[in-house]
């Protein structure tokens, strides 16, 4: 019979269950195989130039709405990339931002405007209410592109990007960023098995090692 410790332990390991799996219900990628395989579902957007980017279109509709953050209300196309704008002139040095309007549970770009002391800096914000803002990687050649990607189990609902260094403290307005190959995915990624297993695991094993410590008081 479970006594009222017990129980209270139980509810303990069962919220860390969800804890960790929360904590683990998105992938990142450095390379774009790996992401790819893990999204059969997708869509990737090349820019023509010179071009207004206001919305990514696909066979199922639209998809995101992409515009800069302190800008204007869309992209501009340059080469076969798409970076910021403001007052319809080219603004690289504003985040660009994706706003999706459909269910999209990947997302994956190449950032082709690094120098080798900048780095793309990348918010993800998901339907649950959480979110992340992680710095990614330098190149080793400048100019190089670096490829960055996520997939979910949870829908994205939005992305921003942009390119700053460690003396902006890595804010927004110091470097400029164009990113191509944008990719959407529209499948939603299963959480890790591992990871849920191993989250299981760990609560049982404190369980149990509570139930323990109660008989032998």
Known sequence: MLTPFSWRSLGAAL???????????YTEYTDR???????PSQYLYTFAAPNIVSILSSAQGDLADVSTVGGDAYGQAQGSNVGGSSGGAV?????????F????????????DLTLDESPVVSVSFSDGSSFTHVLGT???AFTPLFYGVSSAVALTRVEV???DASFNYQPGSRANLVGNVTLGVTAVPEPPSLVLAAVGLALALF??????????
């Not at 309007?101 to 082709?112: C, E, I, K, S």
Request: net charge negative; proline share 4%; glycine share 2%.
């Open 139 to 141: 190149v080793s050649e």
């Open 162 to 164: 942009f390119s700053s």
């Open 33 to 39: 195989a790996s992401f790819t395989a893990a999204q």
């Open 101 to 112: 309007l459909q269910p999209v549970y990947g997302f994956a770009f190449d950032d082709f």
């Open 15 to 25: 919220v860390l269950v969800s804890l960790v799996t929360q904590a683990q219900a």
């Open 208 to 217: 149990v090692r509570s139930r323990r410590s109660r008989s032998e008081d």
């Open 91 to 99: 603004d690289n040095f504003k985040p660009l931002r994706f706003d």
